[in-house]
């Protein structure tokens, strides 16, 4: 599971913790019914932490630390991993739209990376696709400001005798898109 943060009391880093082994006991000492449990324990235990690695191959520099587990401990007095999630940053990184959108492309890959992603997994996928469209926005934004940024220091100033021509040339200029100052240079002619 894909998490933003976590704070439960039962979780360990993944590389303090090594996988379920088993303890001296024989068969003998556990009922079958034990027996299937533990097996099935194991089987989380290796799902769980293969789920947790997917996520943190693929978040790479954004995961914060290893992965955290939650642990239950089995009939044979072993520890086995059930549950556990990966901490990332998921924050937009300020002025910079286009390496925010590379960022909650990567996280958006980390979040649906484990081929049995959880409902955790999806709501963060669904977070992050939402500050992806932000950040598709603000591209294009972004370029404008630094187009009209270059144009007013590279263009000289231009002295009008007509009021009406010089109130027509401010409003190209101010004009967001290409077809607002289309419209104005049809007006204009």
Do not use: W
Not at 20 to 49: G, H, M, N, Q, Y
Not at 68 to 81: H, L, Q, V
Not at 166 to 173: G, L, R, S
Request: proline share 3%; with cysteine; hydrophobic share 35%.
């Amino acid at each position: 599971m894909l998490e933003e943060n976590s704070s439960e009391s039962e979780k360990f880093l993944a590389d303090e913790e090594l996988s379920a082994k088993e303890k001296p006991l024989s068969s003998e000492e556990l009922s079958d019914d034990e027996l299937l449990e533990i097996e099935e324990l194991k089987r989380r235990d290796t799902a769980v932490r293969g789920h947790e690695q997917a996520h943190l191959s693929a978040a790479g520099s954004l995961a914060q630390s290893g992965a955290n587990f939650s642990f239950e401990t089995g009939p044979d007095g072993n520890r086995y991993a059930v549950g556990g999630d990966v901490n990332i940053d998921t924050s937009a990184l300020a002025g910079d739209p286009q390496a925010t959108l590379r960022k909650a492309q990567q996280i958006c890959r980390a979040a649906s990376a484990p081929v049995d992603s959880s409902s955790q997994d999806r709501s963060v996928a669904a977070q992050v696709s939402r500050m992806e469209a932000q950040a598709r926005v603000e591209i294009p934004q972004q370029v404008r400001e630094k187009q009209t940024e270059y144009i007013d220091e590279n263009t000289p100033e231009v002295v009008f005798f007509d009021q009406n021509i010089q109130d027509t040339y401010i409003k190209i200029q101010n004009s967001s898109t290409l077809q607002e100052q289309r419209s104005f240079v049809d007006f204009f002619i």
